[in-house]
């Protein structure tokens, strides 16, 4: 059956469906990933966004049990060039298309993905609709141009309830603004005892589960819709380390006194260089955000830039100058993509075994 995608601009492309024949309305963004296509459908990141894969193949080695980030994806729809009908890999339990059917999620292939990447590029990203053919584009376009995109993204993906995944190392408190799974698995694999909590917990309510430190999760949306969240940084800033990834670094920067400013078509796939300053060390990384922190006005907020994107100059990471917190742009637990930064999560830990012996230093001399 043929569909259509239509943008705000009243451009459209042409193809067939795949999975649900649902219509669908979303922020049209495009991931550069070659592989990987199962993790980023399930991101919690991409919560009402429909995603256009630049890479011409997708569904080429199916879907399996292991590499789902969230048990139910959040995003919009699928565009892409081509969907494998018959996958081959000897952990494959579904194709594709199988997948978008179950979790109820539109799709479209056989367009021209390279010349809708293109159009993203240069006018930056758009609303769109994917719709049945017969669909009046000119009433849609307008009504897409005319609605604001929604600003509750992170109130759809975290965690309603808090649990924890025990552990005999650091006690983490993990704030779920849309955690993927990837993240608790590298905290589980270092020992850590886990507690997740919803994104509007208050810092109160964090500090008196007396943890060794505090992970400020990945999320979609823009930062500044959670205003609950970054009033939980300012509050525990100094009490306790600070850890934060995507999402969570731009909350920690704007409990820090920086802006946030949306890009013009954010940095999403497994192939961007970032560059650590401090050790002069180039990384690949993942990467899947909208929105970057303003250098303007940095060095007034106490926060020292520590990693630089290689492509634009825009910030992927900084340090607090007087409390132990950190974060980045970038996902170090990859999934899908390449591991380079993988031992900022040992870094996390060290943090927290530093603070733990300050402090103890403190209680002693007291």
Known sequence: MKRQLILEDGSTFEGIGIGSLRESTGEVVFTTGMTGYQETLSDPSYCDQIITFTY???GNYGINHEDFESIDPAAAGIIVSEATVEPNHWQSTSTFDELLKV?????????DTRALTRKIRIHGTLK?????MEADVGEIAADLAAKALPRDQVKKVSTHTPYTLPGRGKRVVLVD???KRGILRELIERGCNVTVVPYDISAEEILRLQPDGVML???????TDVPEAIKMVKNILGKVPVFGICLGHQLL????GVKTIKMKFGHRGVNHPVKDLET???????????????VTGIDETGLVVTHMAI????IEGYRHKHHPAFSVQFHPEASPGPTDSNDLFEQFIALMKTSKKAGDQVCQNV
């Open 56 to 58: 011409p193949l997708i």
């Open 103 to 111: 979790k109820d999620i539109p799709g479209i292939t056989g367009l």
């Open 128 to 132: 769109g609709k994917i719709a049945a």
């Open 177 to 179: 603004f849309g955690a």
């Open 217 to 223: 999760s990945n999320g979609p949306g823009d930062p």
């Open 253 to 256: 920067g704007l409990a820090c």
């Open 280 to 294: 002069g060390k180039v990384m690949i990384t993942s990467q899947n955000h909208g929105y970057t922190v303003d």
């Open 311 to 314: 492509n634009d100059d825009t």
